[in-house]
Nanobody
């Protein structure tokens, strides 16, 4: 059974940093990533990383966020620096394998100005 457990969300002032973690179990996933959804907006891709450690970022977070992956422990991380109020959202871990997509429960990130 696939399970994704997120941790690391919280509240921070603008310019601060947070690190999100997502521990996966039940399979080894070809791609893992983070999405976010702000109130009244659609869920959007923040960053993703393949098992071969090739990363993709949304333009809005390039240069500020870094995604990384520990394949041995089946964990993906999102280091978020220089946070802005517009980064406020629920962040969801995503894992993809064999045409199926799996989601974590979400973790709240709130950035105050």
């Amino acid at each position: 059974q696939v399970r994704l457990v997120e941790s690391g969300g919280g509240s921070v002032q603008a310019g601060g940093s947070l690190r999100l973690s997502c521990a996966a179990s039940g399979s080894i996933f070809s791609t893992m990533g983070w999405y976010r959804q702000a109130p009244g907006k659609q869920r959007e891709l923040v960053a993703s990383i393949t098992i071969g450690i090739s990363a993709t970022y949304a333009d809005s977070v390039k240069g500020r966020f870094t995604i990384s992956r520990d394949n041995a422990n089946n964990t993906v991380y999102l280091q978020m620096n220089s946070l802005k109020p517009e980064d406020t959202a629920v962040y969801y871990c995503n894992a993809f394998l064999a045409l199926r997509s799996y989601w974590g429960q979400g973790t709240q990130v709130t950035v105050s100005s």
